[in-house]
């Protein structure tokens, strides 16, 4: 009895000493483990622009990163093309090796976010207080499909109104301040062409453009709704535009040329061609102004291009990789390297209201923009439809619509087109 009675105390003495060892290692390997935090990402412009060093965010962010996270080993593949990116990240989802963090440009945002790859940041959002008054509401938005937020915004490049301001002024149109209404526009367009040697806008203006102009989204959920007084408002402001030019097509090189009174463009592009050395290749003998797009008041017509950041689904760091992406998108010094070197916008008004940025904005040549001005373009961005085959119906769309302007038969089509467009909704 007295035998049976010591093998248990000395059973019981080796199990808790087990227990404790066990306690030690797991201590030690977490004290002392490196996890690896993996992420996607491309290298290039998001806009097709040059860039001076593509890694320098990049890098900057995984050096302060690591300064709060020292044992956490960042990787990334570098070199990554923005468009080759999309296969590549697509054939890491379907090995099963998805990266704990994504750069998520519009074109695959809106797949992602339905079928299940990205994680929601509304539970870390809400315990760090973070909302879309920390960024400019419409970039916030991007990052939202269905009421949920996947992502955060990273870098935007929105689309301003760019002026041949000796031409306007030439045609008596001098001192305007830099929001024009629709009407406003067209009419400006229209005494400017009077001259046939002269066209009131390039054809990067468009008929989604002018449909923004009145606050019109021309989708409704899935759904399309072309015959709204909003709508049909619109499609009369691009048809007008469109007669006038004879519907030819009317190019940027014209512009260069000084021969047309407005060309839209796009913040990263403006940037690159006012700024040495591109400017050199596009000097022009007039002088540049910056409008808004045009828009009745309180109506929010700015078209933006909004590349964010998310977290995988099944990461198994989802911590550390939400440290990650905060530090990226609401880092002042890391948004003023996204300004700095990557040619779009930061998502931060208090970057984009600093005088960083405007110390930034002299140093490029033959640069009118200034940090107001693209406040005033930020705030004002439209919120693109989410639904997961949007850029699909667009396309049909756009189609249609390109086919019925050409043919000068849009107004009469409006309802074929509505129907067709929605028939084929699946």
């Known amino acids: 009895m007295k035998i049976l009675t010591r093998n248990r105390k000395l059973l019981c003495c080796v199990l808790l000493l087990c227990i404790a060892f066990a306690a030690l290692f797991l201590f030690f390997k977490f004290k002392y483990s490196k996890p690896t935090l993996t992420i996607g990402i491309y290298t290039d412009s998001s806009w097709e622009v040059p860039n001076g060093d593509a890694d320098r965010v990049t890098k900057l962010a995984i050096k302060k990163f690591k300064k709060k996270y020292p044992n956490v080993q960042i990787k990334y593949e570098a070199g990554i093309r923005k468009n080759d990116y999309s296969n590549w990240l697509t054939e890491k989802i379907v090995k099963g090796t998805t990266p704990d963090v994504m750069m998520l440009p519009e074109d695959i945002f809106n797949l992602l976010a339905s079928n299940g790859t990205l994680k929601s940041l509304n539970n870390s959002l809400k315990d760090e207080n973070i909302s879309s008054s920390t960024f400019y509401h419409g970039v916030f938005k991007a990052g939202e ?99 006038e030019n004879g519907y030819q097509s009317v190019s940027s ?141 667009l396309d049909e769309l756009n189609y249609l619509i390109q086919n019925a302007l050409k043919n000068n038969q849009l107004n009469l089509q409006l309802f074929s087109i509505r129907h067709q467009i929605n028939k084929n909704e699946y």
């Not at 709204?228 to 402001?237: E, H, I, T």
Request: charged content about 15%; hydrophobic content about 35%; some cysteine.
């Open 253 to 393: 090189n014209q512009f260069d040329q000084g021969t047309v009174a407005f060309m839209p463009l796009s913040l990263a592009k403006y940037r690159t061609y006012t700024s040495y050395p591109y400017h050199v290749a596009h000097t022009s003998s007039f002088k540049w102004k910056v409008f808004q797009m045009p828009s009745i008041a309180n109506v929010n017509a700015t078209p933006a291009s909004t590349v964010c950041l998310g977290v995988a689904a099944k990461t198994a760091h989802p911590t550390l990789s939400w440290e990650f992406i905060k530090l990226m998108c609401t880092d002042k010094e890391i948004q003023r390297e996204v300004i700095k070197n990557r040619m779009g916008s930061s998502v931060l008004p208090r970057v984009v209201n600093s005088s960083f940025t405007q110390k930034i904005f002299q140093e490029e040549q033959q640069n009118t923009l200034t940090p107001k001005i693209l406040n005033t373009v930020l705030e004002n961005i439209a919120i693109t439809p989410k639904f997961r085959d949007y850029d699909r119906r």
């Open 145 to 243: 499909y269905h009421g949920t937020q996947y992502a955060l915004p990273y870098e935007t490049n929105p689309t301003l109104m760019i002026a041949n301001n000796d031409l306007l002024n030439k045609n008596g149109f001098s001192n305007l301040n830099s929001h024009l209404s629709p009407t406003k526009f067209k009419n400006i367009c229209h005494m400017v062409s009077l001259n046939k040697n002269n066209t009131g806008t390039t054809s990067d203006y468009t008929w989604q453009d002018a449909q923004l102009a009145y606050g019109n989204s021309v989708f409704e959920n899935s759904s399309i709704n072309l015959t709204s007084n909003k709508a049909r408002a619109g499609f009369s402001l691009i048809e007008d535009l469109t007669n």
